[in-house]
Structures are given as structure tokens and as C-alpha cells.
């Protein structure tokens, strides 16, 4: 059975920082991999979707990397805004369908 | 392109009464899911429809149940509902690179 961890928890950084998101899930198998955020009472942005043939996608401040064979992703935000404070959850797709395994997220504050 | 739409965005039901969730995709995605959130669980994998067809299931009671449309359109219904039930409800619709796009969700609460 997939599980998806995230860590850590939460997160408190400065303003301006560069920062890494840690993503973990139990088998290799996945179809695909998808990084959202979350903000409080809101639906899910999707950030970044890497297939599982990609190592790694980049939008604008974000970059996602995937190594499959040890079971990880990392999201790097790049020069961290107050605007970037939400949840930002990973999710595994299971196969080709569009179903998701999401991990617990990891709440991001970032204190101008 | 207008987003994943859902309605309503929030609902107040109690205990034994049904509720009905609807859910509109983007345009020219015919693949929808649905999730549950709930602070405890996280975000769980409801089911999902494709042309009409209910192509995925969850780990959840008979009492979940949903629908698709001819426009992909997509209804989830829960039956008899319980305190556990309360949660943010969430739709995604996505293309045949299965990225998927979520709505707003709708806030159920069952008191």
C-alpha cells in the first residue's frame, strides 16, 4: 500500500530564504507526482506535476525533483515572499487514473 | 477557462439526513475525482468518473456514491450521514496527462 510523507510538519523562515519541501512515498511504482498548495479553507492550486519519466519540472520560483528509485521529492522555493505562506501537499499518482495519494502537507510561514 | 466549479460551497445537514454535491469540470476534461479532507485524515480518495463510467474507488462506505453526466458533469452523494461525515469536500477534474485541477471544495457539516 503507497504512503506519502511529508516533512516537516511546519516550517518558519524568513523572508528571502531559499527553502526545500521533503516528500517521501513507500513504493516506487507511481505513475506520476504532483506538488499543490493550500490555502486556509481553500481548494488545492496545483504547483507542478512531474510524470514518472521526469526528474525534475520548474515553474517560475519552484522547482520539483523526483528520484524514483529511493522514493523521494523535494519542492525548492527559491528567494521565500509572505505570499508563499499556505500548505503545500504532495500527492503520488497511483497509476493511469486520476486517482492521488497525498502525504499530510507541510505548513510553510514565511515572516517578512 | 473557467475553473472546477462546485456547489454549494457550504452545508449544514444533521444527523440521518442525505446530501448531494455537485461538481462542474473544466472544459474538455472528462475525468473527475473526488476527495474527502478532514483535519484527522488529510485528504482521502473518494472515487473518480470517466464518460459516465466509475473508473476508481476509494476506501469508503456504500453510503458514498456519485455520478457523471453526459457533459462530465459530476453529483456525489452521501446517505444517512454521521458526525464523522463533516468535512471539506473536494472535486478535481483533470486532462489525459491526469494533472489534476481542484474546485473550491463545499464545507459539509452534519451536526
Not at chain 1, 496545483?46 to 520539483?64: D, M, P
Not at chain 1, 523535494?74 to 504532495?90: E, H, N, R, V
Not at chain 2, 462542474?24 to 474527502?36: A, E, T
Amino acid at each position: 500500500k503507497q504512503e506519502v510523507t511529508q516533512i516537516p510538519a511546519a516550517l518558519s523562515v524568513p523572508e528571502g530564504e531559499n527553502l526545500v519541501l521533503n516528500c517521501s512515498f513507500t513504493d516506487s511504482a507511481i505513475y506520476n507526482l504532483q506538488w499543490f498548495r493550500q490555502d486556509p479553507g481553500k481548494g488545492l492550486t496545483s504547483l507542478l506535476l512531474i510524470q514518472s519519466s521526469q526528474r525534475e519540472q520548474t515553474s517560475g520560483r519552484l522547482n520539483a525533483s523526483l528520484d524514483k528509485s529511493s522514493g523521494r521529492s523535494t519542492l525548492y522555493i527559491a528567494a521565500s515572499q509572505p505570499g508563499d505562506s499556505a500548505t503545500y501537499l504532495c500527492a503520488v499518482g497511483a497509476g493511469n487514473t486520476g486517482k492521488l495519494i497525498f502525504g499530510q502537507g507541510t505548513t510553510l510561514q514565511v515572516k517578512p | 477557462k473557467a475553473g472546477v466549479t462546485q456547489t454549494p460551497r457550504y452545508l449544514i445537514k444533521t444527523r440521518g439526513q442525505q446530501v448531494t454535491l455537485s461538481c462542474s469540470p473544466i472544459s474538455g476534461h472528462r475525468s473527475v475525482s473526488w476527495y474527502q479532507q478532514t483535519p484527522g485524515q488529510g485528504l482521502q480518495f473518494l472515487f473518480e468518473y470517466f464518460s459516465e463510467t466509475q473508473r476508481n474507488k476509494g476506501n469508503f462506505p456504500g453510503r458514498f456514491s456519485g455520478r457523471q453526466f453526459s457533459n462530465s458533469r459530476s453529483e456525489m452523494n452521501v446517505s444517512t450521514l454521521e458526525l464523522g461525515d463533516s468535512a471539506l469536500y473536494l472535486c478535481a477534474s483533470s486532462p489525459a496527462n491526469h494533472e489534476q485541477f481542484f474546485g473550491p471544495g463545499t464545507r459539509l457539516t452534519v451536526l
